[in-house]
């Protein structure tokens, strides 16, 4: 008796009833689940904009790479999952609302430069604050660059549209937010002569406060693992080191330092990053509670936070003595810090894993 087991034929039939694949017994339009009721307008721009194969009756991929990887593939990140659609995006952003968001910001930004600059406002700002302005908000600006570069890069390895849409619109806020403070920075200087717009790009290269930094943005944009990158700036840089800098030295410090354009500028990545972080926490928490292969990716997820963890920890330290430039210390480093470190910590809880000890330390 044969112990051989036949292979079932090709499908070569697109007739109805011939093959079972996602959605095949729906009576709607679609084929996808909404997450409400009904689909809502993002859905029905980003869910099966990307083919799929898996999800298709006859559709196979049409071009690949020439080790025969196909145009996406599952293996481009060590993370699995039983079901990558099931990903939407909590802002539920796509082209057209994207855009519509990039524009308000840019010309809420340019109306307050300009409104500032027609009251005389920089000519009043702290001496020691506009020195912190040249030397380390222009440094900082090379790494939301980093970030922007790393997410750009991470975008196109994501084996959905709505994975792709949400890391898309993370790298187009990074590097538009890196070019606001450029802007600005040129803006500052029309009425404070002395600055220098090349300090931030030296202070950024050479300055020992900024090298802790430099090596955490490295590390995220050396990473081959598309949602490593994508975890790593989102989990651990944005709050370890971002958000510490941003809104625990620079919104706090501005308004002592008779500053109060430069919040505003900064308030808009404020922003930026409340709607990146929901997506990545939404996605991160999926993956963490996947039925069939949660428990690999929490070990993994882990993994990453102690590798990008102790790099932004390290980068974090090194920024303290900014806090002591200005004349008026309006809050201190270690409360900052301590703040920051709080925030990472929720948002591990929220994925569901631990967060490293050494870390907390």
């Known amino acids: 008796m044969s112990t051989t087991t036949e292979q079932p034929a090709p499908l070569a039939s697109g007739a109805a009833g011939a093959a079972q694949f996602a959605g ?52 481009w990140t060590a993370a699995k999952c039983t079901d990558w659609h099931k990903f939407r995006a909590v802002d539920e952003e796509w082209e057209r609302t994207h855009y519509q968001r990039q524009s ?9 430069i300009s409104n500032a600059r027609r009251s005389g406002a920089v000519k009043r700002f702290d001496k020691a604050w506009l020195k912190v302005l040249e030397q380390h908000l222009g440094a900082y600006k090379h790494a939301e ?31 538009r937010f890196a070019q606001d403070l450029t802007l600005y ?7 404070a002569p002395n600055l220098d717009l090349d300090a931030g790009k030296s202070h950024w290269l050479n300055d020992p406060i900024w090298q802790g930094t430099r090596r955490a943005v490295e590390a995220i944009g050396g990473a081959t693992d598309f ?50 972080l929901a997506n990545a926490v939404e996605l991160f928490h999926m993956l963490a509670n996947d039925p069939k292969h949660g428990d690999a990716n929490r070990k993994l997820f882990g993994e990453w ?39 990472a910590e929720m948002i591990a809880r929220e994925i569901g894993i631990r967060f490293p000890l050494s870390i907390e330390a």
């Open 185 to 191: 920075l040129g803006e500052v200087a029309l009425d």
């Open 104 to 112: 308000t910001i840019i010309g809420m930004i340019s109306s307050a």
């Open 305 to 343: 936070l102690e590798k990008h963890g102790a790099l932004a920890s390290d980068a974090a330290k090194h920024l303290q003595p900014i806090w002591a430039i200005p004349h008026v210390k309006a809050v201190q480093f270690t409360d900052s810090l301590n703040s920051a470190v709080e925030r």
């Open 24 to 75: 095949w017994d729906s009576r709607k339009y679609n084929y996808f689940e909404p997450k409400g009721r009904k689909a809502s307008h993002y859905e029905d721009m980003t869910v099966d904009v990307q083919p799929d194969p898996k999800r298709y009756l006859l559709q196979d991929w049409i071009i690949s790479f020439a080790d025969g990887t196909p145009t996406y593939s599952e293996t």
């Open 227 to 276: 949602l490593e990158k994508y975890f790593a700036v989102n989990v651990v840089f944005e709050p370890l080191v971002a958000d510490l800098f941003r809104s625990g030295f620079v919104m706090q410090m501005a308004a002592s330092q008779n500053d109060f354009l430069t919040p505003t500028v900064v308030s808009a990545a404020e922003g930026d990053y409340e709607r990146n």
């Open 145 to 175: 660059f980093g970030l922007g570069t790393a997410t750009m890069h991470a975008q196109r390895y994501g084996v959905t549209q709505m994975i792709n849409s949400a890391i898309l619109t993370n790298a187009s806020y990074k590097l």
